[in-house]
């Protein structure tokens, strides 16, 4: 199945560490892949819900914001509640100068994608599909 999408799908880093620093290109990477998501769970289920706007970084400068983070969370949860996957864990809320996004959130939220990615593309590929295309088009093999 081919996903149309204004978002593109880039490998989630599924291996944060307590040293790791985050920048605007991991957020970017979580904000595309959330959005990938939700175009590609809306192409197979009717009952999508609609994403919390999600603001876009590019320069070192735009550091995520707790709410923008908060957004990504809302929309990681809606996805997940409207499809049928696996656990992804607890939603949290952060909040400005007091709780932060740490390594261990990082890798909960990043292997929630890959886990939905992969639920989605075998949800995909298991759809029963019609050998024919109705109405004297060709067949399809």
Not at 60 to 88: G, K, Q, R
Not at 89 to 101: A, C, K
């Amino acid at each position: 199945m081919t996903v149309v999408s204004n978002y593109t799908w880039s490998t989630p880093k599924t291996t944060w560490v307590k040293t790791d620093f985050i920048n605007y290109t991991d957020y970017m990477r979580i904000r595309n892949n959330i959005g990938y998501l939700y175009d590609f769970a809306s192409a197979l289920y009717a009952t999508m819900g609609t994403l919390t706007p999600m603001v876009v970084k590019n320069g070192y400068s735009n550091y995520a914001f707790a709410s923008e983070w908060n957004a990504l969370e809302a929309n990681l949860h809606m996805i997940f509640n409207s499809i049928v996957t696996s656990d992804i864990g607890t939603q949290m809320t952060f909040y400005p100068n007091g709780r932060t996004l740490n390594y261990a959130e990082l890798n909960r939220i990043e292997s929630a994608t890959l886990s939905m990615y992969n639920e989605l593309s075998g949800q995909a590929e298991g759809r029963p599909m019609l050998a024919f295309t109705l109405n004297g088009g060709t067949i399809q093999v």
